[in-house]
């Protein structure tokens, strides 16, 4: 059964910095892109970062531009999403999934459960 398990969330202050990790189970996603979305509480769920399969192309969405940074192991096991000078407005479920390269989450077919991360001001 193939599985993607997120993990890293919690709770931090404004300014401080967490790291998510997701990690693959089941078989690889050495030839998948990987990406991060994030769902707030009332709200539809939202493009974070994508990497490619190589690991040597990523996008991110505007409001974390600068701030987070996506990457990935050479095996394809693992994707992690390194978030610094956390907002508040951060605060969201974190999701991690694979499928073909992209912002909109229709090009994924892969999906974790989420991992929740709270900032506070």
């Known amino acids: 059964q193939v599985q993607l398990v997120e993990s890293g969330g919690g709770l931090v202050q404004a300014g401080g910095s967490l790291r998510l990790s997701c990690a693959a189970s089941?078989?690889?996603?050495?030839?998948?892109?990987m990406a991060w979305f994030r769902q707030a509480p009332g709200k539809e769920r939202r493009f974070v970062a994508a990497?490619?399969?190589?690991?040597?192309?990523?996008h991110y969405a505007d409001s974390v531009k600068g701030r987070f940074t996506i990457s990935r192991d050479d095996a394809g096991i693992s994707v992690y999403l390194q978030m610094n000078s956390l907002q508040p407005e951060d605060t969201a479920d974190y999701y991690c999934?694979?499928?073909?390269?992209?912002?909109?989450?229709?090009?994924?077919?892969?999906w974790g459960q989420g991992t929740q991360v709270t900032v506070s001001s």
């Open positions: 990497i490619g399969w190589s690991g040597g192309l990523t």
């Open positions: 999934a694979a499928g073909n390269y992209g912002y909109d989450s229709n090009y994924y077919y892969h």
């Open positions: 089941g078989r690889t996603f050495s030839r998948y892109a």
